[in-house]
T-cell receptor
Framework: DAKTTQPTSMDCAEGRAANLPCNHS???????VYWYRQIHSQGPQYIIH???NNETNEMASLIITEDRKSSTLILPHATLRDTAVYYC???????????FGTGTRLQVFP | NAGVMQNPRHLVRRRGQEARLRCSPM?????VYWYRQLPEEGLKFMVY????????ESGMPKERFSAEFPKEGPSILRIQQVVRGDSAAYFC???????????FGEGSWLTVV
């Protein structure tokens, strides 16, 4: 079972920042937080991952709280093409599978 | 850098036939994962393989489904005697030996008629 809780859906205006929250209160010390997204009818796309420090790449930023029980994915300037289902997943580094939950359906509107 | 390649992208089979889905991992990757996504549902893990070994098949149905990842060539997900309930998108993913990041292919859509 997925170890994360995410809102079912969110809306965001184009050009604004999209902040997607995720709760993972039972995360273990050796588990990383991963984010993927799935645009309709496409394969899941890797976005970012982190352990305890905040991370940033060309796609997004990941903010992990100090107690690691929650995190936020930030898309700094959302576009219509960012409309997708976003999955927050906890996974032990260098071990097997990703367990997907139901994710957050982000709708970016003009 | 070629990504994870899956074929066929779309496959139609009659009930009772066999379906074979192929997955070529990213260059340098030796770990392969298969997931299934039923219509309007989330992704469900099926099996995790390394070259010539099945590591975790906890998500595979006990009957009719099998997977392999031979020393040479792509990984194969095989579904025997397909039924309408097997109609789904099947996604393959791969990672390197460090297992750091898993990358997905674009999927194979199986329709059973």
């Amino acid at each position: 079972d997925a170890k994360t809780t995410q809102p079912t859906s969110m809306d965001c205006a184009e050009g604004r920042a999209a902040n997607l929250p995720c709760n993972h209160s039972t995360i273990s010390g050796n588990e990383y937080v991963y984010w993927y997204r799935q645009i309709h009818s496409q394969g899941p796309q890797y976005i970012i991952h982190g352990l305890k420090n905040n991370e940033t790449n060309e796609m997004a930023s990941l903010i992990i709280t100090e107690d690691r029980k929650s995190s936020t994915l930030i898309l700094p300037h959302a576009t219509l093409r960012d409309t997708a289902v976003y999955y927050c997943i906890v996974r032990v580094y260098n071990t097997d599978k990703l367990i997907f939950g139901t994710g957050t359906r982000l709708q970016v509107f003009p | 850098n070629a990504g994870v390649m899956q074929n066929p992208r779309h496959l139609v089979r009659r009930r009772g036939q066999e379906a074979r889905l192929r997955c070529s991992p990213m260059k340098g990757h030796s770990h392969v994962y298969w997931y299934r996504q039923l219509p309007e549902e989330g992704l469900k893990f099926m099996v995790y393989l390394q070259k010539e070994n099945i590591i975790d098949e906890s998500g595979m149905p006990k009957e009719r489904f099998s997977a392999e990842f031979p020393k040479e060539g792509p990984s194969i997900l095989r579904i025997q005697q397909v039924v309408r309930g097997d109609s789904a998108a099947y996604f393959c993913a791969s990672s390197g030996t460090d297992g750091n990041t898993i990358y997905f292919g674009e999927g194979s859509w199986l329709t059973v008629v």
